[in-house]
């Protein structure tokens, strides 16, 4: 008889190890069952060596500057995410825009500290939220680019079905100089627009779906220099574990994927994305 535990879905197995360390650019370990050293070892275990610890509520922001505080490796990104910002604005006891600026100063603050080298996830998810949330959203992402600007750190966007509207604000406002789409999921057209930019572009396990051969378009035509790798997890877990848990120890499953898009050596692509993170975001390696 089958008991309880068998239908919760198991953790994979650990991947070949990489030649070459990387960095896992944008993952939720405050999401992830287990402990934080025990994701820092099994990602180390298959050269992933850095990790982006990514805020998406104030308290999970305040969680990730503590966490890269304490963890060498670890570094944080600060924001309210789109879906939050909404949110915010519409809890009932200091609510409104008035506390949705609020919430937005208090992630200002902690873009100030030295551990913290991203703003974001911000940016706009038209997926999600609906055309009532979309003023609030636009508005959180206005300010979380002027925060990066100001305080010279990399701005990490998260793009779901709006990619006109996130270029054209980061127009209007004058983007950063440094702009890392997180979880890229434009077409190889946008990628292009993205080169010509200068933006990251952060590929996950998406990279892997069957269905996503725009993915893989636009992986192939990105230049190498802009190209980073992320987890994204506990969500988005790369063929052939989709539906099972994702972590950090995961990313060479990822990397590989991106290698075989775009024909490219695996240890060299690497020995690419390790430093195009550590230059994206301004750690020494
Ligand atoms: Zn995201
Ligand atoms: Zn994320």
Redesign the pocket.
């Known amino acids: 008889m089958p008991d309880r535990d068998s239908k919760k879905p198991t953790a994979p197995p650990a991947p070949e190890p990489l030649r070459v360390a990387v960095a896992d650019s944008?993952t939720h370990l405050d999401m992830q069952s287990g402990s934080v050293a025990d994701a820092v070892a099994q990602a180390a275990a298959v050269g992933v060596d850095t990790l982006v610890q990514?805020g998406?509520d104030l308290a999970g922001s305040r969680w990730a500057a503590e966490t890269a505080a304490a963890w060498d490796r670890i570094w944080a990104s600060v924001a309210l995410?789109?879906n939050e910002a909404p949110r915010v604005a519409d809890r009932a006891s200091g609510g409104g825009r008035a506390g949705l600026d609020a919430e937005i100063d208090a992630i200002d603050a902690l873009a100030a500290l030295p551990q913290v080298l991203g703003v974001g996830?911000t940016?706009l998810?038209y997926f999600r939220t609906g055309p009532e949330g979309v003023a609030d959203q636009q508005h959180s992402f206005r300010r979380h680019i002027d925060i990066a600007k100001r305080r010279g750190k990399a701005l990490v966007i998260?793009?779901?079905d709006a990619h006109a509207d996130v270029l054209r604000i980061l127009a209007e406002e004058g983007a950063p100089s440094t702009v890392v789409f997180?979880?890229y999921s434009g077409d190889a057209e946008m990628a292009k627009v993205c080169a010509e930019h200068g933006y990251y572009m952060s590929f996950a396990g998406t990279v892997s779906y069957k269905t996503a051969q725009n993915l893989r378009d636009a992986v192939a035509v990105a230049p190498r220099e802009l190209l980073l790798v992320e987890t994204?997890a506990p969500?988005l877990t790369p063929v052939p574990y989709r539906g099972r848990p994702n972590a950090p120890y995961l990313i060479p499953v990822t990397l590989r994927a991106m290698a075989a898009a775009r024909g490219d050596d695996e240890d060299q692509l690497a020995a690419a994305i390790a430093a195009n993170t550590a230059r994206a975001f301004g750690y020494d390696t």
Do not use: A, I, K, Q
Request: glycine residues 6%; proline residues 7%.
């Open positions: 944008h990514v998406c995410h789109p996830e940016g998810d998260h793009d779901r997180h979880c994204d969500f």
